[in-house]
């Protein structure tokens, strides 16, 4: 991986050269042949939003960007996988570099005043298609835009580098009717969160309340605040009113404020 240790930029195409150069050198296949190693071991790690039956192995990694070789299969998938598409976390150029290529098709998305709320009034508009082939870079946007990929035959071999710099949602739609479905988190962490949250639900583990009141009050991401919040009322949190009134004024997330709002108003008409 010569070369991109060096460059140490927030900015994704300020790594274009250094794939092109990547591609264009007569050390591709030997990196390849170390690459594929990590696959016979096990050792490959998945990558989200891509096409169905891949496997990836990171190859180089630093503060600023992640690079991963990716292997996407050709495979029968049925139609309700087929039909949705994501939107990617994070800004990423993918370079294919053997197989037959990659077909894509780029949606635009409307609507979408906040990326952070669920809107269904976000909807997708196509705005490009085509193949991608070997040596040619595929952008990948962040945020408001998704791409659908698909290869037709065999496996496809590439190269894809993305920043560290993510969103905190994943935004699913169906590409058919364009309409939004659901939203997820685009961080592992996140997701571990709110399990643990769950979990200590589901265990009554009431000496654990104050790190629930804590990440109800301080964790970055919205829904481990309201997973927090639901988890404290399992758990028959005696502050748990005065918890939610604070939320409902001072959270920095609508959803979590109007459901705050909306429970203490249904806990104070019980008699």
Not at 93 to 120: D, Q, T
Not at 145 to 166: H, I, K, M, T, Y
Not at 199 to 219: E, G, I, M, N, Y
Request: proline letters at 3%.
């Amino acid at each position: 991986m010569e070369g991109i240790e060096n460059i140490r930029s927030d900015d994704i195409d300020d790594y274009k050269d250094w794939l092109y150069g990547l591609y264009n050198s007569g050390g591709l296949k030997r990196c390849i042949s170390r690459w594929m190693r990590n696959f016979a071991r096990g050792d490959g790690l998945a990558v989200k939003g891509g096409a169905g039956g891949e496997n990836s192995a990171v190859v180089y990694e630093d503060e600023f960007v992640i690079v991963h070789f990716r292997c996407i299969t050709a495979t029968e998938q049925n139609e309700s996988a087929l039909g949705r598409v994501c939107n990617s976390p994070v800004a990423s150029l993918m370079m294919p570099v053997l197989g037959v290529g990659v077909e894509y098709v780029k949606y635009a998305v409307c609507g979408m005043l906040n990326i952070e709320e669920f809107s269904r009034d976000a909807v997708l508009s196509e705005e490009a298609s085509g193949v991608i082939r070997a040596g040619h870079i595929l952008d990948v946007a962040r945020g408001a835009s998704c791409l659908w990929l698909n290869v037709p035959e065999g496996d496809v071999f590439a190269v894809q580098v993305s920043s560290r710099r993510s969103e905190k949602l994943i935004w699913t739609f169906d590409r058919y009717t364009g309409r939004a479905l659901a939203v997820s988190s685009a961080s592992i962490d996140a997701t571990r969160t709110q399990i643990v949250c769950r979990t200590l639900a589901s265990f009554d583990a009431v000496s654990q309340s104050p790190l629930l009141c804590q990440l109800a009050r301080h964790s970055p991401f919205h829904f481990v605040r309201m997973e927090a919040i639901e988890s404290l009322f399992y758990l028959n949190y005696p502050e748990l009113m005065q918890l939610m009134a604070e939320r409902a004024e001072i959270d920095p997330h609508a959803h979590v404020r109007r459901a705050c709002e909306r429970n203490v108003e249904r806990a104070e008409r019980i008699p």
